[in-house]
């Protein structure tokens, strides 16, 4: 699976962006598709995650604020994220695990097979 992100950039604390992540490569029935981010000098952090029957869950810290969803017409994977805090600002990665649920409450970066190459999120206060 090949995973392109993009729609990071700089944003004043409160606003919104909206990430996407072209999925290609890939011929799966059931998949989990999630975000995940990581901020220097800090491990690498879930934020959401999506089933291939729609079904979605998210971090602590995205819940309210952040919206997972996924065009499958385009295999496009999406984040819109509203509120922005200067805490969100990171490295923002998708992830993917074909033949696979997003199980459990939380999701780990050690269940994911494919990773895109990032994009950079900064909120400024």
């Known amino acids: 699976v090949r995973l392109l992100e993009s729609g990071g950039g700089s944003v004043q604390s409160g606003g919104s962006l909206r990430l996407s992540c072209a999925a290609s490569?890939?011929?799966?029935?059931?998949?989990?598709l999630g975000w995940f981010r990581q901020a220097p000098a800090q491990r690498r952090e879930w934020v959401a995650g999506i089933n291939s029957d729609g079904d979605t869950k998210y971090a602590p810290s995205a819940k309210g604020r952040f919206t997972i969803s996924m065009d499958n017409a385009e295999n496009t994977l999406y984040l819109q994220m509203n509120s922005l805090r200067p805490e969100d600002t990171a490295m923002y990665y998708c992830?993917?695990?074909?033949?696979?649920?997003?199980?459990?409450?939380?999701?780990?970066?050690?269940?994911?097979?494919?990773w895109g190459p990032g994009t950079q999120v900064t909120v400024s206060s």
């Open positions: 490569g890939y011929r799966a029935d059931y998949y989990c």
């Open positions: 992830a993917a695990q074909t033949f696979a649920f997003c199980a459990g409450s939380q999701l780990y970066s050690t269940d994911f097979d494919d």
